[in-house]
């Protein structure tokens, strides 16, 4: 029975898990940041001086001083000795899109056999790691394959613990010997510093000064899965690929939306106040948690901060999720798309704009501010018409290929959401100037017959992948495994070039005529841009042949997507923003594509090997006992029942035949590089398994089904 031992081996391993961490009755505020070298604790720990140097580069993104790196870098080593690190890692964000660390312990032995522990500035500025075997797209041969990290004070250092002590960690950004970006966090800074640049200018234009500069938030929603770690580790799909290959969704899944806000189930419950404590502790404001949509699925939202570490802290929640779920006996898959027939997640990208101390996107109670609000406004409905391709680009992946356009998320169709009360004001707006300041009349900018803006956004579409919520855009076309920095950059750039082509125009404006000006401005834009606007059913049939009228981007697939990257006019931008060099833009397409052909090819073999040495195998053995059976039966003559046992036996045979039929093309798809024909050829395998898997024997079945993977926990 080589099936149960590999099954006891398995459950041993489960069985393995370490205790709680969590703190009963927890005092918040206690522990909140306790683990993060923020502003509170530098003060502390640093000389007056160099403390509000650092707090400049911090705060208005200065270059760092050098001279003071020596003492900032003695003042985090105390701390975090006395918080028990041992090491230190140049936290960064290779383009494999997770985190890397390599860490070096703190330790410098001395002439007389003891030891010091050293932090130098050198160390803290900038590392060295060989990183000749990340993804480069071509950047960096490996014989040059120097990387280097550099420190990233805007995202504070943190401590990471483990069971037997812990690594003061250093958020980073990754670059080639040459200055070309290796990660995803160097082009995001440089996306963060040309919309911000951007932005002052526009508010220029309205008068106002910025005494810090203006700054992109987000907030990120995160969805995920949890099953049991026993049954995790009895599919290999789920090991390999993060996502089940087979599998028949049971008669009761989300059918009766049951789950969605339901009372979470104490062992979920237990799992996740851990991971707020732990979350906490790295003072990311971890802020909700609910059971969503679909059974077994569930989200964590903290409170939005200013976006670079809003990424920073997601890609800790990511990991902080993962490492909590083991030790709860859970395994969490973050996956697009873990299940067929129910649910993917997201991650919902709330994104904002603030500058002279207010949210740019907050409609406002004066006509002045309103002005700003409707302009910023404008400004991102030009800039995601006109690169609606470039969001649907930054969203694609093998994984999110699977949830994005089919009927529980949005449609690879991006378009804006704006709510009916501020769509039909932008439809005033388009009309020009009001005649007369009769009310309902049309709308007339920077006088007071501006019509109240919403207050709060009542109305909500779900189905809309970019939608205005109240004050601020949600992007919720991300995919839930990813790493927001992509998105974001995407976003910050094209509202960075939509700023600045509206800037450009209010310089240009006599200051008696800004009114005028400013309303023709804003009236051109969305007769040009209106297309984008849709605020009906986005799963509709109806708006995609709608979207097909208006010639908007539908980009169906992962593919598709990426032949729009590298097209001149999108490298042109990117290179006029800084935000990427033209061997940037065209090493993230390599990256990009390769990434998504070795999933393909990954997700093909593991098949393949499920297929071929497991459900087969099942599949004859329970066909030759049914056989057997029938031979016997005839043996003695008896006949009732001998018909419907030989129609399952041919029954399994036919699917038999599919299933070998597909192994077949699959395996040429694979010989092939094809990922397309890998992918068709995996779903006919899948559509002749799953159909088995309602015929086989329970007992002969060679992995856990829905129903258990779904439930049982
Ligand atoms: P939901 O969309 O599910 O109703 P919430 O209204 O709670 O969720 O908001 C979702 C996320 O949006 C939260 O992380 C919240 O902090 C964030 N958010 C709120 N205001 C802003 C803002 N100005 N900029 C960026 N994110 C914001
Ligand atoms: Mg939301």
Redesign the pocket.
């Known amino acids: 029975m080589s099936n149960s031992l590999r099954l006891k081996a398995i459950n041993s391993v489960a069985g393995r898990t370490v205790s709680s961490k969590a703190v009963k009755n927890c005092d918040v505020s206690a522990i909140y940041g306790e683990d993060v070298f923020n502003l509170k604790i530098m003060k502390d720990y640093l000389p007056k001086p160099v403390y509000k140097k650092l707090l400049s580069t911090i705060m208005n993104g200065e270059s760092l001083d050098s001279k003071i790196a020596d003492d900032v870098a003695n003042a985090m080593k105390r701390w975090a000795i006395s918080k028990g690190a041992t090491h230190y890692t140049h936290w960064f964000q290779p383009l494999t899109g997770t985190t890397a660390e390599k860490h070096d312990a703190f330790i410098e032995p001395e002439n007389d056999g003891s030891v010091s522990l050293c932090f130098s500035g050198k160390s803290l500025i900038q590392g060295e790691p060989d990183a000749s075997s990340f993804p480069s797209g071509g950047l960096r041969a490996t014989f040059e394959a120097r990387g280097y990290t550099a420190w990233d004070p805007t995202s504070p250092a943190f401590i990471k613990r483990d069971e037997n002590g812990a690594t003061l960690c250093i958020p980073t950004a990754f670059c080639s010997y040459t200055g070309e970006a290796l990660d995803k966090k160097t082009p995001l800074l440089r996306s963060i510093q040309a919309i911000s640049k951007q932005a002052e200018r526009l508010l220029a234009c309205f008068g106002e000064k910025c005494t810090s500069r203006p700054y992109t ?5 995160q969805e995920y899965f949890l099953v049991d770690k026993n049954f995790y580790l009895a599919r290999p799909d789920l090991i390999q690929c993060g996502r089940t290959l087979f599998g028949k969704v049971p008669a009761k899944h989300q059918q009766l939306e049951d789950h969605y806000f339901g009372s979470i189930k104490p062992r979920v419950l237990a799992f996740m106040s851990e991971v707020d404590q732990e979350l906490w502790r790295l003072g990311i404001p971890a ?2 948690r609910h059971n969503e949509v679909a059974p077994a699925q569930f989200e964590i ?4 901060e200013e976006l670079n570490l ?1 990424v920073d802290h997601n890609m800790m929640i990511m990991e902080t999720l993962r490492l909590v779920a083991d030790r709860h006996g859970f395994a969490c898959l973050l996956h697009e798309k873990p299940f067929a027939g129910v649910n993917g997640s997201g991650k ?1 990208n ?3 704009l ?1 500058g002279a101390g207010k ?1 740019l ?2 409609p406002g109670s004066d006509p002045h501010q309103n002005a700003i609000f409707l302009t910023t406004l404008c400004a991102i409905i030009k800039a995601v018409d006109s690169h609606a391709d470039l969001l649907r680009v930054a969203v694609a992946t093998a994984g999110n290929d699977h949830r994005l356009g089919a009927n529980e998320a949005p449609p690879a169709i991006i378009s804006v959401y704006l709510g009916e009360q501020l769509a039909d004001i932008i439809e005033q707006l388009e009309k020009g100037p009001a005649k007369s300041a009769k009310k309902g009349g049309f709308m007339n900018i920077g006088a007071d017959t501006l019509p109240v803006l919403p207050k709060d956004a009542t109305d ?1 579409n779900r189905t809309s992948p970019f939608a205005f ?4 855009f ?1 992007f919720r076309a991300v995919g839930s495994s990813q790493n927001c920095a992509g998105p974001n950059i995407v976003l910050n750039t094209i509202v960075a070039e939509a700023m600045d082509e509206i800037s450009s125009q209010l310089e240009n404006l006599n200051k008696k005529d800004f009114n005028t000006g400013l309303q023709s401005i804003l009236t051109d834009i969305i007769k040009k841009h209106k297309r984008i606007i849709f605020n009906g059913n986005n799963y509709s049939k109806e708006w995609h042949d709608e979207a097909a009228k208006r010639k908007m981007f539908n980009l169906h697939n992962t593919p598709e997507a990426l032949e729009r990257w590298a097209m001149p006019e999108n490298i042109a931008m990117f290179k006029k923003y800084g935000v990427f060099s033209d061997t940037e833009v065209k090493s993230r397409l390599e990256i990009f594509e390769e990434n998504y052909k070795t999933v393909t090819k990954i997700e093909a073999e593991t098949a393949l090997n499920m297929a071929k040495t497991m459900i087969i195998p099942a599949a004859v053995e329970y066909q030759s006992k049914l056989v057997d059976n029938v031979a016997k039966l005839q043996q003695i003559k008896v006949t009732a029942g001998v018909a419907s046992q030989i129609a399952i036996i041919e029954k399994i045979g036919s699917l038999l035949k599919a299933a070998e039929d597909a192994v077949t093309a699959l395996e040429a798809g694979v010989a092939a590089v094809d990922s397309a024909k890998c992918i068709a050829a995996q779903g006919e395998l899948r559509k002749a398994v799953d159909q088995l898997e309602q015929i086989v024997d329970d007992r002969v079945w060679p992995m856990p089904k829905y129903g258990e993977l779904l439930f049982v926990y």
């Open positions: 938030t987000l907030g990120i929603e802020k909700t939202a903290p409170l939005f809003a919902h709330n994104w904002s603030s949210n996107l907050e909500r919520t109240g004050n601020k949600e």
